[in-house]
Every structure is written in structure tokens, then in C-alpha cells.
């Protein structure tokens, strides 16, 4: 994938007075950092849903315009077709883990891609070395604490090394060393031609983007 583009993008939530976004457009390329920033509530979510179609393939609302990846729009393409290329890590990992282990919630998403059981093993070991947790590897997801689970459902979506992250608060609850370490990943990711939103509450990271969206800053009248 070279570019998603958004196009004249308008979204309201049914019942809602506001519009979130009302004809927005925006460019990603390859090897892009996007900084999605804004107060609580602005929409800073709600925007990760639309790019990667969970809005309105199962959040539903007023939605009208149109997003692509290169000439594909995604309105043509399913949900399971669409996750492993735009990949979304949720700001509440709590909805994103489903196996008792670590391990086996890292296996999930190759096992689905049909990746044969040697390689897996590798992806594991590669998404948990790169940031640095391979000591939660084999321990249960439940007794992890929040920042442990974002981690997990991190490497989880390194596993799948899809064309765009999409971060919700990925330093949310996370120390101060990890912080470093996951701003390096993205770099790295960067500098890999992916294409990286981070939704970054706390303006941790937004001097490194190179693009920026501020959702306080939208016209949405
Ligand atoms: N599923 C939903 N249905 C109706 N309203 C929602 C839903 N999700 C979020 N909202 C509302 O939309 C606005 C934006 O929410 P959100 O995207 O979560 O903001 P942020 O991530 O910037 O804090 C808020 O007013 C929120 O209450
Ligand atoms: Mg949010």
C-alpha cells in the first residue's frame, strides 16, 4: 500500500447533536506519522474506527464520504480483509484479548492467515523482542495490568505486520522506559514505509509526527 486517502469524510453518531467530522479530507503515504490529537471526547476514536471500517461496518451513524487504500475503496472490502492490512490497537486493550495466554493471544491473528506453525513461533518471539516483553510470554492475559495488556495487544498486531497502525493511546498506562521503546517501534515502522495514527492524548509523541490532526481544530459547524 502507497496511500489512504480520506475523502469529504462527514460522521455523526445517530441521536448525537454534534458531527464529529464534516467533510474531511486527509492524505497518508507511506513511512507517515499522523498525530491525532484533541480534548477528551473530540473524536480521536471515533476517527481510528472510520479508517479501519468499523465505523459503519458495525458502528452505525450518519456516514457519508469515502476512504481508500491506493485505488481500492474500502466500502468493497470486508472487515476480516481489511484488519490484517489496517490494523487498529484499541485504547481499552481489555476488548482486544480473548485467550487465556499471552502466547496463544499472539498465535490468534497469523493462525488466521494460515501461517504455518514454525513461523508463528517466530512472529511471536519477533513482536515480543522488539518490545522488549518477552518475559510476558508465557504468563495468563488476566493477571497482567493494563499497561501489560496494551503491550500484548501491540505485539498481537506486529504479529500481523499490516500497511497501517492505527494507536489508540498506545502510551496510556505505560512507563516511562516502555514509553521510549514503543516510540522507537514506531519510528522503525515509519522508516519501514508504514503508515503510523497515533492517537497521543498526552502529546507524547506528537513533535515526532509529521503529520498532525487536531480534532479540537476540525470544522464541524
Ligand atoms: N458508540 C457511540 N455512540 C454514540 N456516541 C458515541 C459513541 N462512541 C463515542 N461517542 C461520543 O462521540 C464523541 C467522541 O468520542 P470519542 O471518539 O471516543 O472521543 P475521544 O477518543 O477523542 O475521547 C463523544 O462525545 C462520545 O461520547
Ligand atoms: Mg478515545
Known amino acids: ?22 467533510d474531511f479530507s486527509f492524505l497518508a503515504e507511506n513511512g507517515d506519522i499522523v498525530a491525532v490529537k484533541g480534548s477528551s471526547g473530540s473524536g480521536k476514536t471515533t476517527l481510528l474506527n472510520i479508517l479501519c471500517s468499523v465505523i459503519p461496518k458495525v458502528i452505525k451513524g450518519e456516514f457519508n464520504g469515502q476512504i481508500s487504500v491506493d485505488a481500492e475503496d474500502l466500502e468493497n472490502l470486508s472487515l476480516p480483509q481489511i484488519a490484517p492490512t489496517i490494523s487498529l490497537l484499541m485504547q481499552e486493550p481489555e476488548y482486544q484479548l480473548f485467550f487465556p495466554t499471552v502466547e496463544q493471544e499472539l498465535a490468534f491473528a497469523p493462525e488466521n492467515l494460515k501461517i504455518n506453525p514454525r513461523q508463528i513461533q517466530q512472529k511471536i518471539s519477533q513482536a515480543l523482542a522488539e518490545l ?28 500481523l505486520s499490516p500497511d497501517v ?57
Do not use: C
Open 165 to 221: 497502525f492505527l494507536l489508540d493511546e498506545p502510551f496510556a498506562g505505560i512507563s516511562k522506559e516502555m514509553i521510549q521503546t514503543i516510540k522507537n517501534v514506531i519510528l522503525e515502522l515509519a522508516q519501514s514505509e508504514k503508515i503510523i495514527f497515533i492517537v497521543d492524548h498526552s502529546e507524547i509523541f506528537v513533535k515526532s509526527a509529521n503529520k498532525l490532526i487536531d480534532m479540537d481544530r476540525l470544522n464541524v459547524t
Open 1 to 22: 500500500m502507497n496511500q489512504l486517502q480520506v475523502r469529504n469524510l462527514s460522521f455523526k453518531y445517530f441521536n448525537a447533536q454534534k458531527w464529529i467530522l464534516k
Open 132 to 159: 522488549n516483553t518477552e518475559s510476558l510470554r508465557y504468563l495468563q492475559t488476566a493477571s497482567l495490568s493494563y499497561g501489560q495488556k496494551k503491550l500484548v495487544t501491540f505485539a498481537s498486531i506486529l504479529t
